[in-house]
């Protein structure tokens, strides 16, 4: 009987809300980064390795593929920024009412794309 | 561990259809997890067409109606049915709560009806909570108090009695626990929103003397700091409780003393 009994669906049917979506991205935006940086520890220590491939570097970032994945890293940045401000606010006791951490959710996903947008504008010298 | 899949024995199959037998013109399909411990088969859902026309409000009313009327040998757990004692609680259209206080007006489409997630099934719609009771335990929830002179009663004035509003409330329907992704993953060692609660109701209770031992015994990596403030549990409670806040505030606490 006990090993018998089957397990009851769990993820497979429960419903998503901002809150959960943003603490399951926060998660795979802190994965993607660690591995960024490290990418960009290599970046850095290829500088040491002379020009030829720092042009290598200079050209895959100016492709479009680069571009994306630079503005992708970005984001990722932005939006763990952002959502570990907001736990922060949530470590001293603030923010937990259902309306609050909904608003300060969808005020996180917002704003990582307009940071996103203004770190983009910033580093090519627009504003 | 997290393991996203449904074990092999716990995939859920199409079920049997109950076609509606009244004619009536106001029809809606629910569907409902069933497994039967005795048929050794894997569970399976079953939708049955309830007549909407002569049935009251809530989702616990659809399954009374389809218990009475359609299909005797579904099980669930009930009683009061005024959202006080909380057996009733189910997964209903994605989301845990009590079937006696959702109306099935407020879900659209079609009434999907699981039991409580990630359960060990007992049977359809009643899952197997003894390892929420067995932690329930483990924090002691009773008064402590070692004074000499204990024949006295104890005052509490009335702002430390305000303080245990919105932890006394709670009635362990284990909504919350089970809504909540850390409890599915690491159900056997977090202790999970409700117990968590109980244990913050005990800890700032004025009279209790063992704040404390209390406060040591629930600060564990795995207990308590798996709460990554998803706030499923918030979310599921159908007494409008704040679990989530709650554990927050013993993490300030221990993290202030």
């Known amino acids: 009987m006990e090993n018998k009994s089957p397990l009851s669906p769990h993820i497979q049917v429960y419903k998503w809300h901002v809150s959960s979506l943003v603490s399951i991205a926060t998660r795979i935006t802190g994965i993607i980064n660690i591995l960024i940086i490290t990418l960009i520890c290599f970046w850095f220590a290829f500088l040491l390795l002379g020009e030829s491939s720092y042009e290598l570097i200079k050209l895959f970032l100016n492709s479009i593929f680069g571009k994306f994945i630079a503005i992708g890293i970005t984001w990722s940045f932005s939006f763990h920024i952002l959502s570990e401000i907001r736990h922060l606010i949530m470590d001293l006791g603030y923010g937990f009412e259902i309306k609050t951490s909904n608003l300060t959710g969808i005020i996180v996903i917002i704003f990582s794309f307009i940071l996103t947008i203004l770190i983009y504008l910033l580093g090519r010298q627009l504003i | ?257």
């Not at chain 2, 039967?36 to 894997?42: A, L, T």
């Not at chain 2, 067409?49 to 757990?77: A, Q, W």
């Not at chain 2, 845990?96 to 039991?115: E, F, K, M, Q, V």
């Open chain 2, 1 to 257: 561990m997290v393991q996203i899949n449904l074990p092999e024995n716990s995939k859920v199959q199409k079920g049997q259809y109950f076609k509606d037998k009244t004619g009536s013109k106001n029809i809606r399909k629910v569907n409902v997890y069933r497994w039967d411990p005795s048929s050794g088969k894997n569970p399976r859902i079953d939708t049955y067409e309830v007549d909407m026309e002569n049935c009251p409000s809530k989702v616990l009313d659809v399954l009374n109606k389809i218990k009475n009327e359609i299909d005797p040998t579904l099980s669930y757990r009930k009683s009061c049915a005024h959202g006080v004692c909380g057996s009733c609680a189910m997964n209903m259209d994605g989301k845990n709560g009590l079937a006696c206080t959702t109306s099935h007006a407020d879900i659209s489409g079609d009434i999907n009806i699981y039991p409580l997630p990630h359960l060990k099934v007992k049977k359809d719609l009643i899952g197997d909570l003894d390892g929420l009771y067995k932690q329930y335990e483990s924090i002691e929830p009773w008064l402590k108090n070692n004074s000499k002179n204990n024949k006295d009663e104890i005052y509490q004035s009335q702002k430390d009695r305000e303080k245990l509003d919105g932890a006394y409330e709670c009635i362990m329907c284990a909504c919350c626990s089970t809504s909540c992704p850390s409890y599915w993953w690491n159900g056997d060692k977090y202790l999970g929103p409700a117990v968590l609660l109980q244990a913050y109701r005990w800890i700032i209770d004025s009279r209790d003397e063992d704040r404390k031992e209390r406060l040591q015994k629930v600060a564990d990596e795995l207990k308590l700091y798996r709460c990554h403030t998803i706030l499923n549990c918030t979310n599921a409670c159908p007494k409008g409780l704040n679990p989530a806040k709650a554990i927050a505030e013993i993490k300030k606490m221990l993290a202030t003393t």
